[in-house]
């Protein structure tokens, strides 16, 4: 048995691989074409969660479902496997939007922070770069990445049900009992939002929209979620958009040997000094 599980799992490590090597898609069923020219939509990617651009060339949300032929053609489990495959996504798009921010502030401010709290330079040894897998240093930082390890595993555990699709839904009471709210499925959803950016987009309604709000509930809550959807959207496509940020960043230092802020110095300069000269405009 030992053995076995080590071969699928070294078959799931290969299976989008083999399917980008092979030129091959995910089930021949389609529900259309996807935004991406001459790519077929898999028949799991319907449009239904946000930011969904029919894209899985590799097949990735069923690699969760090798070695099980009834499932690869079982409509419930692809959904399941493609939440969960969402879950991953999501979580991996926030902490990338938090790497593509402190990744480059690491390298600006550090010298500055370390000497206004006295305290030695850290990235002498990395020559001003990040430490990182690619970089090195990493043990300088072992205290840091065994807290946000244990505090990305408590947010797994509490979040255990709903990577399972098991989250409960459909239309409920409000805590109050003066109206209806739809409880609904959102993949990474890990109930923290005190600025309260998910209603963002729905908080000016136009006058005829209200109007009409005001007597049809379906319709209000229909509106609630069309522009919930759209953050959402909004947070996977900037999500995505850090992924790839963070991965040049990581590959860009390890090619030139040199802090990613002095390869690209504009981007990490005052506007007013590129402009004028000088930081700031009345100094």
């Known amino acids: 048995p030992f053995l076995v599980d080590k071969m699928r799992s070294m078959l799931l490590l290969l299976f989008p691989a083999l399917l980008l090597a092979l030129n091959l898609s995910p089930p021949a069923r389609s ?9 077929p939509r898999p028949y799991y ?8 651009a029919g894209f899985d060339p590799a097949g990735l949300v069923l690699c969760l479902m090798l070695g099980d032929a009834n499932a690869l053609s079982d ?11 969402r879950e991953a996504e999501v979580k991996h798009a926030r902490l990338a939007m938090l790497a593509a921010a402190g990744w480059p502030l690491a390298e600006l401010w550090h010298g500055a922070f370390s000497g206004l709290l006295s305290q030695p330079y850290m990235l002498d040894a990395t020559s001003g770069r990040v430490p990182s897998v690619l970089n090195g240093n990493l043990g300088s930082s072992a205290g840091f990445l065994a807290l946000a390890t244990l505090a990305a595993v408590v947010v797994e555990l509490r979040t255990l049900d709903q990577v399972h699709g098991l989250t409960a839904t ?4 409000n805590k109050d009992g003066t109206g209806f709210i739809m409880k609904s499925y959102v993949p990474g959803d890990c109930n923290f939002d005190p600025l309260n950016l998910y209603n963002f987009y729905g908080w000016q309604m136009p006058p005829m929209v209200e109007m009409r709000a005001k007597t049809d509930e379906a319709y209000r809550l229909e509106w609630i979620r069309f522009n919930q959807k759209q953050m959402e959207s909004a947070e996977l496509r900037n999500g995505r958009l850090a992924m790839l940020a963070v991965t040049g960043y990581a590959v860009q230092e390890f090619v030139y040997k040199m802090p990613v802020v002095d390869q690209t110095p504009i981007f990490f300069t005052p506007i007013t000094k590129i402009l004028f000269g000088q930081t700031n405009l009345f100094g």
Do not use: H, N, V
Request: no cysteine.
């Open 75 to 85: 409509p419930l489990k692809a959904r399941r496997s493609l939440l969960w495959m």
């Open 170 to 173: 459909g239309k409920t009471m």
């Open 45 to 52: 990617l319907t449009e239904e969660l946000a930011a969904d």
């Open 31 to 39: 529900t259309g074409p996807s935004q991406i020219p001459f790519l």
